[in-house]
Every structure is written in C-alpha cells, then in structure tokens.
C-alpha cells in the first residue's frame, strides 16, 4: 500500500504536544480519516473533534482527499481580538 | 489610487495614530476606531498577560477576506485592521481596527462586523497567564462550524 507523509503543525490549545507531529497515512486518506488517526496519536485528546486542518490557504472539508505529502495545520477554536 | 484596505499580523506594538492616518479621508466625516485590550480580570481570576498565537499566512488572509466583505456591505468605507500576535501585558493593544466612511452610520457597523466576524473565523488562539502561576488556551469558536456555513 503508497502511503504518504504528513507534518502536522501545532496552535493554540495544541501547542501542549509541542510544535508539531509527523506520520504516514495511506495515499488517498480523507481528512476525517487524517483526524481520527491524529485523535488517535494525541491519546484521544477530544479538542481534535471541534479543530479542523488546514494548509498554508485554506480550510481542508472532512471529505477532501490528499494523494501526496503534505504540511497541514490543526487549528482549534479560535479566540482572536 | 492609495490602499483603501489594511490588514496585518504584527509582532510590533500597534501604532492607533497610524491607524488613524491610513483611513483619514478629506471626503469622509467620520472615522471609528475599536481598540482590543487586555484586561486584568477573567472569570474571578486575576490575569497577568496574555499570549497570542496565530497561523500567520492563514490569519492574513481571513483579515483581507473580512475587510472586504465589509468593504462590499459598506462601501466608500476605508478599514485598518491590524492583530498583535505574541506576548502581551495588561493593557496592551492586541487588536486594532479602524473605518472612515463619509457618514457615521457606516463605519460604526463595519468596525462593529470586522471585530466578530475575526473572533469567529480568524485562526487567533490566546493563552491568559493568572496570577496563581496557571495559564490556560482559551476555549472558543469552531472553524467546523465557519466552514460548513
């Protein structure tokens, strides 16, 4: 099976686990399937459900697929002003 | 033709004067400035500072979106917005927003949208420092949600 690699970036109430976490998911993984194994990887850490992933543009949908490596983001609830 | 929008994240102590100057306008009447501080007190507890956090490329872009819907629904308007990211003690500017139009009416609803639309949508996170020695990620809204709208 291709997998593909990911750097994932740490904010906000993340910045816990540190700056940020890298690992393989199969090629073709969804961002829902990238967030569970991320829930996953932080030992079930519930502030994954109410982030989303981003990269350097925009948003990532639960349903967008990402066929090659990639450096995204996990943003929690946001607070700013 | 001069910039009539503004929007930036700065590590460097906010500047109100140079807010005012970008959107002072010999045709406009009116000009409204909203200053976010912080402030020394939340929930019962005695607050020291606060620590900004921000996905740079991503907080810029969400400010320029937000300054242009604004500029869309009031138009003629001129906006600064600019968001402190880093350390801060109590008073310190961490945001400011400022909006000239020609009457009134307008800047204050545009300052008013641009300050709760980035609190709902700009990827800003901040961590108060109490007195007692804690520091805590403040809870907030949900890019889930803004993205599904």
Known sequence: MNEITLNIKFFGG??????????????????????AV??????????VLDSVLANDNEILRDDDILNSDASLSILPPVCGG | MSATIHAS?????????????????????????????????????????????????????VFTQICLEAQSRWQGTKIYLSHYNGELDIGGISIIIAVSSAHRANSFEACRYII??????????????????????????????????
Do not use: M
């Not at chain 1, 940020?20 to 998911?25: C, D, K, P, T």
């Open chain 1, 14 to 35: 993340f910045r816990k686990f540190g700056e940020g976490l890298s690992f393989a998911v199969p090629t073709g993984s969804t961002i829902a399937t990238i967030k």
């Open chain 1, 38 to 47: 991320l829930l996953e990887k932080l030992n079930g850490e519930t502030l």
């Open chain 2, 9 to 61: 994240l700065t590590s460097d102590k906010i500047n109100i004067q140079g807010a005012y100057d970008f959107v002072a306008d010999d045709a406009h009447g009116a000009i409204d400035v909203f200053v976010g501080t912080v402030r020394n007190l939340h929930e019962g507890q005695n607050v020291l500072g606060i620590t900004y956090d921000a996905h740079e490329g991503l907080a810029k872009n």
């Open chain 2, 116 to 149: 709760e639309e980035i609190k709902k949508r700009a990827p800003v996170w901040k961590q108060e420092h109490y007195e007692n020695g804690r520091s805590e990620w403040l809870p907030g809204h949900s890019l889930n949600e803004a993205n599904s709208e």
